[in-house]
């Protein structure tokens, strides 16, 4: 996944398994915003955008 650039040095990202389960949890920094999501199983997932905590938006996608 591609991210842009973070605005706020606190934002962060998740991404939730199909059962809830946080797969991964990873600061956005600005020279580095790719996630690697290769080592994923196969499935569907929630990527979650925050910041500080707070959640500022969500996106599902689905791995093949």
């Known amino acids: ?8 040095p606190g934002m962060y990202v998740e991404i939730i398994n199909s059962l809830g389960q946080k797969m991964i949890q990873q600061s956005i920094i600005v020279t580095n ?19 500080k905590d707070k959640l500022i938006g969500t996106e599902q996608f689905v791995k093949h």
């Open 1 to 8: 996944c591609k991210l842009e650039p973070a605005r706020d």
């Open 33 to 51: 915003n790719r996630i690697p999501i290769s080592y994923l199983p196969i499935g569907i997932y929630e990527l979650r955008l925050l910041s």
